[in-house]
């Protein structure tokens, strides 16, 4: 069964704070995305790993990649308010124009 | 980069009239369009490939007669809710992929259309 989990779910930082969260994928497609849902808004493209070992970084994030492990992470520096919202992983499954299978996203919430 | 265009953004409609929503490949062609529906709270959920000049390609528990899809050219697909229910209340996304750049440019989604059921 093709599957993505994510965790943590919901996520509660206090401003300043680090953390991790994590993306298990279960096909060999190897090619993650993450993206960022704001309440009520689509989705916000944030990173594109292609390759073991990619990691990519976009102020207080960094997105990294294991597909040895078929594991995402993404870390979030330093947090602060803004960054509050969902963020979504997501798997490419089917080829150059096959379809995402997406986690059941990360609600973060960040509190001064 | 690549641009999705979705409308509309919002629509409230009566149970039993039908609604089109329409994405748009604004600076691409696109063969394959996908459509996702996401309750409040939840993930995103792939209920068809929308593939230009041929039938979409439904998942598995999504009512192909309610929910039509058409992609009569390559920069545009909608999806007709016929019918419509206040269960089909949900928000619709599309998303789209570049098949002229590299991996690197992933998938980009339309802003969404909330349909509330009436």
């Known amino acids: 069964e093709l599957k993505v989990e994510q965790n943590p779910l919901f996520l509660s930082m206090q401003e300043g704070k680090n953390y991790t969260i994590y993306c298990n994928y279960s096909t060999t497609s190897d090619r993650l995305y993450w993206y960022r849902q704001d309440p009520g808004k689509s989705l916000e493209s944030l990173f594109v790993l292609l390759s073991n070992g990619a990691v990519k970084q976009e102020g207080r994030l960094m997105a990294s990649l294991d597909t040895k492990a078929r594991l995402s992470t993404l870390h979030i520096t330093a947090a602060v308010h803004d960054l509050s919202a969902t963020y979504f992983c997501a798997e490419s499954y089917g080829g150059s124009q096959g379809n995402l299978i997406f986690g059941k996203g990360t609600k973060l919430s960040v509190k001064p | ?118």
């Open chain 2, 1 to 118: 980069g690549a641009v999705v265009s979705q409308h509309p953004s919002r629509v409230i409609c009566k149970s039993g009239t039908s609604v089109k929503i329409e994405c748009r490949s604004l600076d691409f062609q696109a063969t394959t369009m996908f459509w996702y529906r996401q309750f409040p709270k939840q993930s995103l959920m792939l209920m068809a490939t929308s593939n230009e000049g041929s039938k979409a390609t439904y998942e598995q528990g999504v009512e192909k007669d309610k929910f039509l899809i058409n992609h009569a050219s390559l920069t545009l697909s909608t999806l007709t809710v016929t019918s419509a229910h206040p269960e089909d209340s949900s928000f619709y996304i599309c998303s789209a992929r570049d098949p002229g750049t590299g991996w690197d440019y992933g998938y980009t989604f339309g802003s969404g259309t909330r349909l509330t059921v009436v």
